[in-house]
C-alpha cells in the first residue's frame, strides 16, 4: 500500500520529464560546439558501403529552430497543464474536470427535453416515440453492456422483458433499483440442509416446484430440508421481493437450470451486484430510463426487446 500513498512516483515521473528536457538541451549544446576538420572535399571522413561519405555541412539553421521551440514548448506545457507528477499545473486542467463540464452542459441543453416528460405518467412516456428513442439511448450505453441489447439478460443478469422481478416490476421499483443499485445474496446453505444426499434432495425439490423434470423420490425426501430455503423463498419457493428472494416455481433460472446448478448454488451460495446509477444519471434521466425498462414487461417496447 505504501506505493499507493507515497510521493515516489510522482517525483520520479517528474524528474525524468525535466531530465529528458534536460538531455535535450544538452544533445543540442554539444553539437553546436562540436567542430569537425573538413577535408578537402569537405567530408568528415566517414565512408559506409565502400564509396558513401559524410558531408560536413552544418544542420540547417530551420532545423535548430525547430528543435528549440520543441524544447520550449514542452516546458510551457509542463507549466500550464499536469505532467510532473502531482503538479497541477498554472491551468489546473485536468480530464476528469472536463468531462464533467461537458456532463454538466449536455445535461443543460438537454434539461427542457427531460422536463417535458416529468409530469407525465410513465404509461404515457414509455409510448412517446420520442421518449423511447431517448430511453433506448440511454439504456444501450448504461444497461446493454449486462442486461444486453435486447434486454433478454443471460445467466446472472435478469431479463428485463419479462414479468419475473426479483424486487418488484412498478415503475417506482425499477426507479430505486436504477438509483440506489442492488446487491444480492444468497449464503451457501448446505451446512443448514444436512448432507450431500439432502442438498441433492433438496434441489430435485426445487425442480419439482418449478414442474421441471427431478427425481420424485429425492423430491419428496427434500421437502422437509427445503424449510430452511423457505425462510427466504417463502413457502411453495414463490420467492420474496422485499428481499429479492427468487421465485423458485415459475420455471425462469437466473444462474443456470438443473440439478447441478442448483446444487452448486446450495453448496456454494451467490453474490450478484447492479451498481447504482445515482451520480452518473441525473434524476430525469433515471426516470426517463425506467419508463423504457417498465415498456420491456407491458408490451411498449416490443420491438427494441426482439431477439
Known sequence: MSDFISHFWSNYVAAVSLLSILGCVLLLWFTARKRVAPSADNTT????????????????????????????????????????????????????GEYEAEVAKATQELAP???????????????DPQAKAIGERLFMNNCAQC???????????????????????????????????RVGVMPPMAAAVGTTDDVKNVANYVLSLAGEPHDSLRAGLGKSKFTVCAACHGI?????????????????????????????????GKHNEMPAQEGRLT??????????????SNNTNTAAATP
Not at 50 to 62: G, I
Not at 259 to 265: D, F, K, L, P
Open 45 to 96: 571522413g566517414h565512408v559506409w558501403d565502400e564509396d558513401l561519405r559524410e558531408a560536413n555541412n552544418p544542420l540547417p539553421m530551420w532545423w535548430i529552430g525547430l528543435f528549440v521551440l520543441t524544447i520550449v514548448f514542452g516546458l510551457g506545457y509542463l507549466a500550464i497543464f499536469p505532467g510532473l507528477g502531482s503538479f497541477r499545473g498554472q491551468s489546473d486542467w485536468s480530464s476528469r
Open 147 to 181: 442486461h444486453g441489447s435486447d434486454a433478454r439478460g443471460s445467466k446472472g443478469f435478469p431479463n428485463l422483458t419479462d414479468k419475473d422481478w426479483l424486487h418488484g416490476g412498478t415503475p417506482e421499483k425499477i426507479v430505486e433499483s436504477i438509483t440506489k443499485g
Open 113 to 127: 427535453v427531460y422536463a417535458k416528460y416529468a409530469a407525465m405518467p410513465v404509461e404515457e412516456v414509455a409510448r
Open 236 to 268: 411453495g419457493g414463490v420467492g420474496n421481493q422485499a428481499i429479492g428472494a427468487p421465485n423458485l416455481s415459475d420455471r425462469i433460472w437466473l444462474h443456470g437450470y438443473g440439478e447441478a446448478a442448483i446444487v452448486q448454488m446450495i453448496n456454494a
Open 283 to 296: 434524476e430525469a434521466q433515471i426516470r426517463m430510463l425506467a419508463s423504457y425498462v417498465w415498456g420491456f
